[in-house]
C-alpha cells in the first residue's frame, strides 16, 4: 500500500507498526501542508497588523520613525503610553488551530513507528504537551510584556518549557530515524 495512503487509512489506529520507508512520506507531506497552512495564517493577519501600524502611526505620529531604503521599509515605534501591541489574537489561534490538526494527523503515526523500534508509543506524548504550554502562555507573556513590568515568571516559565520541547523533539526525532527492530516485537510483526 501507499505510504502516504497509508497514514490517511490508519488515521486512528495506534497499534501495530511502521517502518521508516512507511512513516516518512506521510509525516513529511503533513508536516509540508503544516508549514503551508502557517504561512498562509500569517499571510492572512499581515493586512491587519499593517493596518493597525498604520493607524497607531496617523494618531502618534511623534513616536513613529519610519525609514525607506533600496529594497527595505523599516518602521521604529518609540516607547510610551498608550503601549503599542497589535491584536495577534487571531494569528495565535490560527497557528494554533493548523498544529493541533498536526498533532492529531501524525499522533497515530508516531505511534506507530516508535513501536516499530520497540518503545512505547508514549515517548511521542511530551512534545505535544510541551508546545500545547506555549502555544496556551505566549499570548499572555507578549501581553505582559507591553506593560511597564514585564512577567519575567512567565518568561521564565516558559524557556524552561521551551528547552524542555526542545530537548523532547529532538529525542523523539532520534526515536523515529533509528531502523526498526527485525522481526516481531511486542507490537506485533514489521511493516514490509
Do not use: C, K
Not at 513613529?64 to 498608550?82: A, E, F, K, L, R
Not at 494527523?105 to 513507528?113: E, F
Amino acid at each position: 500500500m501507499h505510504p502516504i495512503l497509508s497514514g490517511f487509512r490508519r488515521l486512528g489506529q495506534f497499534s501495530g507498526r511502521d517502518s521508516r520507508a512507511v512513516f516518512w512520506p506521510y509525516a513529511g507531506l503533513v508536516l509540508g501542508v503544516g508549514v503551508l497552512a502557517i504561512i498562509v495564517v500569517i499571510m492572512a493577519w499581515m493586512p491587519s497588523f499593517i493596518a493597525e501600524t498604520q493607524a497607531f502611526a496617523t494618531q502618534y505620529p511623534d513616536r513613529v520613525t519610519t525609514q525607506v531604503g533600496p529594497g527595505s521599509y523599516t518602521v521604529t515605534i518609540s516607547p510610551g503610553d498608550p503601549p503599542f501591541m497589535p491584536d495577534n489574537r487571531g494569528v495565535m489561534l490560527g497557528v494554533s488551530l493548523v498544529v493541533v490538526a498536526l498533532m492529531v494527523l501524525l499522533a497515530a503515526a508516531v505511534a506507530r513507528r516508535l513501536h516499530d523500534t520497540g518503545r512505547s508509543g508514549l515517548w511521542g506524548l511530551p512534545t505535544p504537551i510541551f508546545l500545547l504550554i506555549s502555544l496556551t502562555l505566549m499570548p499572555g507573556l507578549m501581553n505582559s510584556f507591553v506593560g511597564p513590568d514585564p512577567d519575567m515568571r512567565l518568561f521564565g516559565l516558559l524557556f524552561a518549557n521551551n528547552a524542555a520541547y526542545i530537548l523532547s523533539l529532538g529525542l523523539l526525532l532520534l526515536f523515529l530515524v533509528l531502523p526498526g527492530r527485525p522481526g516481531p516485537n511486542r507490537f506485533g510483526p514489521p511493516t514490509p
